[in-house]
């Protein structure tokens, strides 16, 4: 296949490749929200007062596109709280005192699988979501007809500088990443299971290639390093070639794409009978004193996450996740959530916002976005408020990734114009359907009038 990249090389900065994570002591207060997930919040089933051991449900899922949540500890309910979200929304918490003692759940038990429906409820019991970051219930992606499955693609790409704790899942538990693949090649009619690395891991690569060489169908992809290879489209298209449409889903070129440490999970759960309570995270960045990598239960405040490893400096900028698609954290009481797969605190210098200047119509930022977005123009239509050259220019297929932004020599901030711009453009939808529904119903009266006027 001749397939030409668009993205950007950015420094891999991946320092902790080597770092094999270390369990952090249990903290003394987890503070797990409801809102982790994509879609409706789960609800809480403990109240003020009970107690808790590791694995125990502590909320259901609050719908169908949701996840339960178990605890993370063993120790008692403090209370149920409002929080401040990175999203700026206000989500209820539930707030649990440790005991220290990581009491294991006595009721765990390992789920029975007998067939895909059965593979899908264990899933969705485990209370696991798309844990690369997009947090999408892992459940609701599986409860497609298998016979629409042709290649399962384990997302292994870990494109974003700095991060390494899928890399560390493949290389400290790629049996288990291995079982996943097994169980999914079971249920779904896939002919193909490919696991797409970045070149720039070379020991993870042989080690899946060794892991997975009895399993039919398994093949590893060595993809090259460039941001944003491990982006959904993106990772489609560089191992099966094929492009997903416009407003169309993975499953609709008969792919599924899942994370590797999203599979781990999902395979330890099936073996243990424990479902997600703790995560792998990347702890890095210049106000970092030794970066590292940790399991830390869900709901630690990345406070004590930081004391842990240690502070060169008072950090100025801290995110979760990447410097490329990293969120800012509201504030350092703000937990670990289940999708957090890196924090990074920064000083004081690479805090800086840089200083735009007008843009010089190089056309940089079109070469470097992968769906070959213009983001010059975007940024034009944002300007003007104008609803019908933003759908013409399809910001709506913006993945928010910022390779526009970090290649431009003007520094102008595109990708955070962009996702203003998605707002101009909801709104625009919404006008236009209303004005829609309007002379539709209009037209109707009209014709109601017309008939009974005969
Ligand atoms: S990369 Fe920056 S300067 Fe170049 S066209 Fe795009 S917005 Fe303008
Ligand atoms: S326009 Fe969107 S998808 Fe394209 S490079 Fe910029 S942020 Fe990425």
């Given at each position: 296949?001749?397939?030409?990249?668009?993205g950007?090389?950015a420094?891999?900065?991946?320092?902790?490749?080597?770092?094999?994570?270390?369990?952090?002591?249990?903290?003394?207060?987890i503070?797990?929200?409801?809102?982790?997930n994509?879609?409706?919040?789960?609800?809480?089933?403990?109240?003020?007062?009970?107690?808790?051991?590791?694995?125990?449900?502590i909320?259901?899922?609050?719908?169908?596109?949701?996840?339960?949540?178990y605890?993370?500890?063993?120790?008692?309910?403090?209370?149920?709280?409002?929080?401040?979200?990175?999203?700026?929304?206000?989500?209820?918490?539930?707030?649990?005192e440790?005991d220290?003692?990581?009491?294991?759940?006595?009721?765990?038990?390992?789920?029975?699988?007998?067939?895909?429906?059965?593979?899908?409820?264990?899933?969705?019991?485990?209370?696991?979501?798309?844990?690369?970051?997009?947090?999408?219930?892992?459940?609701?992606?599986?409860?497609?007809?298998?016979?629409?499955?042709?290649?399962i693609i384990?997302?292994?790409?870990?494109?974003?500088?700095?991060?390494?704790?899928?890399?560390?899942?493949?290389?400290?538990?790629?049996?288990?990443?291995?079982?996943?693949?097994?169980?999914?090649?079971?249920?779904?009619?896939?002919?193909?299971?490919?696991?797409?690395?970045?070149?720039?891991?070379?020991?993870?690569?042989?080690?899946?290639?060794?892991?997975?060489?009895?399993?039919?169908?398994?093949?590893?992809?060595?993809?090259?390093?460039?941001?944003?290879q491990?982006?959904?489209?993106?990772?489609i298209?560089?191992?099966?070639?094929?492009?997903v449409?416009?407003g169309?889903?993975?499953?609709?070129?008969?792919?599924?794409?899942?994370?590797?440490?999203?599979?781990?999970?999902?395979?330890?759960?099936?073996?243990?009978?424990?479902?997600?309570?703790?995560?792998?995270?990347?702890?890095?960045?210049s106000?970092v004193?030794?970066?590292?990598?940790?399991?830390?239960?869900?709901?630690?405040?990345?406070?004590?996450?930081?004391?842990?490893?240690?502070?060169?400096?008072?950090?100025?900028?801290?995110?979760?996740?990447?410097?490329?698609?990293?969120?800012?954290?509201?504030?350092?009481?703000?937990?670990?959530?289940?999708?957090?797969?890196?924090?990074?605190?920064?000083?004081?210098?690479?805090?800086?916002?840089?200083?735009?200047?007008?843009?010089?119509?190089?056309?940089?930022?079109?070469?470097?976005c992968?769906?070959?977005?213009?983001?010059?123009?975007?940024?034009?239509?944002?300007?003007?408020?104008?609803?019908?050259?933003?759908?013409?220019?399809?910001?709506?297929?913006?993945?928010?990734?910022?390779?526009?932004?970090?290649?431009?020599?003007?520094?102008?901030?595109?990708?955070?114009?962009?996702?203003?711009?998605?707002?101009?453009?909801?709104?625009?939808?919404?006008?236009?359907?209303?004005?829609?529904?309007?002379?539709?119903?209009?037209k109707?009266?009209?014709?109601?009038?017309?008939?009974?006027?005969?």
């Open positions: 296949m001749n397939r030409k990249l668009h950007i090389h420094p891999h900065r991946k320092n902790t490749a080597d770092s094999v994570p270390k369990r952090m002591p249990p903290p003394p207060v503070t797990v929200p409801m809102s982790m994509i879609g409706a919040p789960a609800k809480p089933v403990v109240k003020a007062g009970d107690l808790v051991k590791v694995g125990q449900i909320a259901e899922a609050g719908g169908f596109m949701s996840a339960p949540i605890s993370g500890v063993s120790g008692k309910v403090k209370k149920l709280d409002e929080i401040l979200s990175s999203n700026g929304r206000f989500d209820t918490a539930i707030v649990i440790s220290g003692q990581q009491t294991l759940y006595e009721g765990l038990t390992k789920p029975v699988i007998t067939d895909q429906k059965s593979f899908v409820d264990a899933v969705r019991t485990c209370g696991v979501i798309g844990l690369g970051g997009a947090g999408f219930p892992t459940s609701v992606k599986l409860n497609v007809d298998p016979d629409r499955v042709h290649a384990i997302n292994g790409a870990e494109c974003e500088p700095y991060i390494t704790s899928d890399t560390r899942t493949m290389m400290d538990n790629a049996d288990r990443v291995v079982m996943g693949a097994q169980l999914l090649q079971k249920y779904y009619t896939a002919d193909r299971i490919v696991i797409g690395i970045e070149d720039n891991k070379p020991q993870c690569i042989e080690i899946m290639k060794e892991a997975g060489k009895d399993v039919p169908g398994f093949e590893v992809a060595e993809l090259p390093a460039m941001y944003p491990g982006g959904e489209k993106v990772l298209y560089n191992t099966t070639g094929q492009i449409p416009e169309k889903l993975p499953i609709d070129v008969g792919c599924i794409v899942i994370n590797c440490t999203t599979l781990a999970v999902i395979a330890r759960y099936i073996e243990t009978g424990i479902p997600l309570v703790e995560k792998v995270i990347t702890v890095d960045g106000a004193a030794n970066p590292q990598n940790i399991i830390v239960p869900v709901g630690t405040p990345i406070r004590d996450v930081l004391n842990y490893v240690g502070l060169k400096t008072e950090p100025r900028k801290v995110l979760y996740g990447g410097p490329m698609m990293g969120i800012c954290v509201p504030n350092l009481d703000a937990p670990i959530l289940k999708n957090t797969n890196a924090i990074l605190a920064f000083d004081e210098k690479d805090a800086q916002d840089p200083v735009p200047t007008p843009c010089i119509r190089c056309g940089r930022c079109v070469n470097h992968p769906f070959g977005l213009m983001p010059a123009a975007i940024e034009q239509a944002y300007n003007d408020r104008d609803g019908a050259a933003l759908k013409k220019l399809k910001v709506n297929l913006c993945m928010e990734c910022g390779c526009c932004s970090y290649g431009c020599p003007a520094r102008r901030p595109l990708v955070q114009i962009n996702k203003l711009a998605k707002a101009v453009l909801n709104r625009y939808n919404q006008e236009q359907k209303a004005l829609a529904e309007k002379e539709a119903a209009k109707a009266a009209k014709e109601e009038a017309g008939v009974h006027g005969k």
